[in-house]
């Protein structure tokens, strides 16, 4: 019987921890030949094996093919994890060798240890190898044990207490076979109708998840990554007699959930990390939106636009979820996420442009509707150009109808999107005469400047009302 592994110490490193990873290996290949280690002691090698998997460097002989032969216990699976996510080419010799149909057999078990380890193991292998996933789904069933873990996991949600709480290693488990799901569905279009089974688990586990603070963290953001994909208007298969998205008990409840974690995201995450996190949140609201009940629609622009009572300050100035959503409209910080949410303001406007800037305001809707070439409203146009300071028989003339400076009969600023009974009151002093002449001086320079630079040929609005004769001389 080869000599018992040592007891765990202080971790090695430099020559030192060389050597121990290579004394180890080698415990583990002669163990591989001639079983000669008792089950506790293999455990312990391979437990003292895995604090070497944490940093790759003196650690060479884990990232050999010998190694992902001896590798194969779920403990030493947690190293082979460890490594492959270390060292991207051990995923091509896992592949080389054969091993992911394992992998994939392992995923059948009812075991939420053997669902993480597979499910992240097969993950990888989704990058930096040549793995044909097809294989999996036509030889080793991947798509129903995916579709059988996530009805597991539903299960175990559904059924969760505080007696009995869904614990770490099922949220972990939960986590790898969203994250699973994800790639297939992203690198293996064709196998969407199949894994599109899984809708109503996902709902359901979404519906029971617990929302930790901040929200977009494991298990939330694979799960609305996991629905990203996936059939959602159950078109292809035809899996569900009701579609899962609008339940009969309450169509609007995923919707409602959903926009829940949005607005509890906008307030707890900075302009950079909204764009990474958020982004496809806002997507998936968008997909929904599209196709939902007409009750749903007029729920979901209910708890998304901007409300009437909001109209007491120009639009994006409140502390509501449509006002969080407006400013990260136009954030510099969150380029992706502006543009969805843009999106996302413009199709619940019925992709009207008119429509569009009476619920948000020409100040939100110009940039969306310029950079994407599409017709501004003459009346939005008119109003900009005033700044919205026209009078209320001007601006009747401007916008016959009203539909773009009133919302249920009270006139707004087309501009700001604030009710005019409530714009602020300029009560500061008038300019004297002196100043205003300082200021048309100050001006009157600076169109010369201009002009004087031959960039753009401009007329002094000065010098053009002297020859209009609009100058009295003054003795």
Not at 231 to 251: I, R, T, V, Y
Not at 373 to 380: F, G, K, R, T, Y
């Amino acid at each position: 019987m080869a000599a018992p592994a040592k007891c765990s110490g202080p971790e090695l490193s430099g020559s030192a921890k060389l050597d121990e990873v290579t004394r180890l290996m080698g415990l583990l290949e002669l163990d591989l030949k001639e079983k000669n280690l008792l089950p506790p002691i293999r455990n312990k090698t391979l437990e003292l094996l895995k604090q070497y998997t944490r940093n790759k460097d003196n650690a060479g002989p884990l990232f050999t093919k010998e190694a992902s032969i001896y590798l194969g216990p779920r403990e030493a699976l947690r190293c082979l994890q460890n490594v492959m996510l270390l060292e991207p080419k051990t995923r091509q010799i896992f592949v080389d060798l054969g091993y992911p149909s394992k992998a994939a057999e392992r995923m059948k078990s009812d075991n939420r240890d053997d669902e993480f380890l597979a499910s992240r193991l097969l993950f990888l292998l989704t990058y930096d190898s040549n793995l044909n996933f097809d294989d999996l789904f036509d030889n080793n069933q991947l798509a129903e044990s995916i579709n059988t873990n996530l009805y597991r996991q539903a299960k175990t949600h559904t059924k969760s207490t505080t007696k009995h709480p869904v614990t770490s290693l099922d949220t972990m488990a939960l986590s790898e076979t969203l994250k699973l799901l994800f790639n297939m569905t992203q690198f293996y279009p064709h196998q969407v109708p199949v894994l599109s089974k899984s809708l109503r688990n996902i709902l359901k586990i979404l519906s029971r998840v617990q929302i930790p603070t901040p929200p977009l963290q494991p298990p939330v953001n694979w799960i609305i990554n996991g629905l990203l994909n996936l059939d959602l208007e159950d078109k292809k298969a035809n899996h569900f007699s009701q579609n899962p998205l609008f339940p009969k008990f309450d169509a609007k409840c995923n919707a409602d959930r959903l926009i829940n974690i949005l607005d509890a995201a906008v307030r707890q995450y900075k302009d950079e990390e909204l764009e990474k996190n958020a982004t496809p949140l806002v997507i998936l609201l968008r997909q929904i939106y599209d196709f939902a009940p007409d009750a749903v629609k007029g729920y979901m622009r209910w708890l998304l636009l901007p409300s009437n009572d909001e109209r007491a300050k120009p639009l994006g100035k409140s502390d509501t979820l449509s006002a969080f959503l407006l400013r990260l409209s136009t954030s510099p910080a969150a380029p992706n996420l502006r543009e969805s949410i843009s999106s996302m303001m413009f199709e619940l406007s019925d992709r009207d442009a008119t429509s569009f800037v009476r619920n948000v305001g020409y100040g939100f809707a110009s940039g969306f509707l310029m950079t994407h070439d599409m017709p501004v409203p003459e009346n939005a146009m008119e109003a900009w150009s005033t700044n919205g300071n026209e009078t209320k028989k001007e601006s009747e003339a401007e916008d016959p109808g009203g539909k773009v400076t009133s919302v249920d009969g009270v006139e707004i600023n087309p501009v700001t999107g604030q009710r005019r009974d409530m714009e602020p009151v300029d009560l500061g002093p008038e300019m004297s005469q002196e100043e205003k002449e300082r200021e048309a001086e100050k001006l009157f320079v600076l169109f010369e400047r201009l002009k004087a630079t031959g960039v753009v040929n401009v007329m002094n609005p000065v010098e053009q009302a002297m020859q209009e004769g609009r100058f009295e001389e003054i003795e």
